[in-house]
């Protein structure tokens, strides 16, 4: 039986039962608030995601969704946990390419709900959705020499890395001009700083923007940032396998 002295937000979280209350039943339930709240989010971004506007939605005040959820922080905290879901079954059976399905199927989790990205990360994971992913990850690292800290460590580098590419992502194409390409923004921006950038002053910095590494291909969107992150987890993957060794 779980404690009563688990903190009324963490019930919620984890959808434990609310000691009964006089009155009438509730209409709602915290599935439905959140649930609306990320629909919210997924069409019209983070910043119209407030209770008055969830509360309007399913046709109630916001005051009344106070019920339901504390707060906006645990509103947000509600959101994540619901958006990622549990993780999918990962079929690897070498612990490095698991660990490449893993953080690919949270990518994806989060390129649908981008919005998870700019919440602030205010505590370690505590939802039933974030503790499977957890546990996905922890069975796939059982298979190393691993101890606890540097799973743990493996878990947080990864998945600080996989939200700081959704997120910078996102922000670089809402940047882009209208209709313009990754690799168009990419070609243009190596074109212009190697205009700019002083020899002299800049000799490294100069011989990158002088090179071709701007130069990719006309490739569509995806094609060229499954290139950049896979590049930039397999970095981080090449230092676990040494510490792992």
């Not at 893993?102 to 649908?112: G, K, P, S």
Request: aromatic share 6%; no cysteine.
């Amino acid at each position: 039986m779980i404690s009563e002295d688990v903190p009324a937000a963490l019930r919620r979280l984890w959808r434990l039962a609310e000691p009964s209350r006089l009155g009438r039943r509730p209409t709602l339930d915290v599935d439905a608030v959140v649930a609306e709240a990320v629909r919210i989010a997924d069409g019209e971004g983070l910043v119209a995601v407030t209770l008055p506007n969830v509360g309007k939605s399913l046709g109630v005040t916001g005051m009344s969704l106070y019920r339901y959820v504390g707060s906006k922080d645990e509103l947000l905290t509600l959101m994540v946990d619901f958006a990622l879901g549990d993780p999918p079954p990962i079929t690897a059976s070498a612990w490095r390419t698991a660990l490449r399905e893993w953080a690919q199927a949270q990518r994806a989790v989060l390129q649908r709900h981008p919005w998870a990205t700019q919440i602030p990360v205010s505590g370690p994971p505590a939802g039933p959705h974030q503790i499977a992913w957890m546990e996905s990850a922890l069975a796939i690292l059982a298979r190393t020499r691993l101890d606890w800290a540097h799973k743990v460590g493996v878990m947080s580098l990864i998945s600080g890395y996989v939200a700081q590419f959704v997120r910078q992502s996102s922000e670089l194409a809402a940047g882009r001009a209208e209709g313009q390409a990754q690799a168009a923004a990419e070609r243009a921006y190596g074109q212009a700083l190697a205009r700019l950038v002083d020899a002299e002053r800049f000799p490294q910095a100069a011989q990158l923007f002088s090179s071709a590494v701007f130069e990719t291909p006309n490739a569509p969107d995806a094609d060229v940032a499954d290139a950049d992150f896979l590049l930039g987890l397999d970095l981080i993957l090449d230092g676990v396998a040494q510490r792992a060794a």
